[in-house]
């Protein structure tokens, strides 16, 4: 059963996700703004983002699973294998089990743009990995 197919998954969606998603695109360049497609059971958003020096395209996944799971993020722009970057160029933004409350995913606290912004900083380590050859932010827990 997907998240479009359950009443809790359609007033989670029509009451927190997509408000949070029209905050997001307010006011946005039309380049930057997410946009939104039915995927199966699940919803995908498509963005862009340019954290310090490049243009990146991403897309995150909504699975079926949504808001309890994670949603997946994949960077569509072809990236250098990192630290961090799993297969199929999607990264790892959240640690299941991870003890420090900033490694996980917490479905009463996040949106779906909570993991675009945490794309933007994943984005930005990535970046700033290229440089110094280090990753920016401690490993999770």
């Given amino acids: 059963m997907g998240l479009l197919d359950t009443e809790p998954g359609k007033r989670r969606l029509l ?42 395209r991403l897309e995150t996944r909504l699975l079926s699973s949504y808001p309890i799971m994670a949603p997946e993020t ?41 993991a675009v912004v945490a794309a933007w900083r994943w984005l930005l380590c990535y970046e700033l990995w290229h440089e110094t050859g280090e990753w920016p932010l401690p490993e999770a827990k």
């Fill in 74 to 114: 994949r960077v569509m722009t072809p990236l250098k294998h990192c630290p961090h970057l799993l297969e199929g160029q999607t990264i790892c933004l959240w640690r299941q089990g991870s003890t420090r409350a900033s490694s996980r995913w917490d479905a009463s606290q996040f949106t779906c743009v909570f």
């Fill in 15 to 56: 009451s927190v996700e997509v408000p949070a998603i029209e905050r997001y695109n307010a006011d946005r360049d039309p380049d930057y703004r997410i946009a939104v497609a039915r995927v199966g059971g699940g919803l995908t958003l498509s963005y862009c983002l340019k954290p310090c020096h490049n243009v990146y």
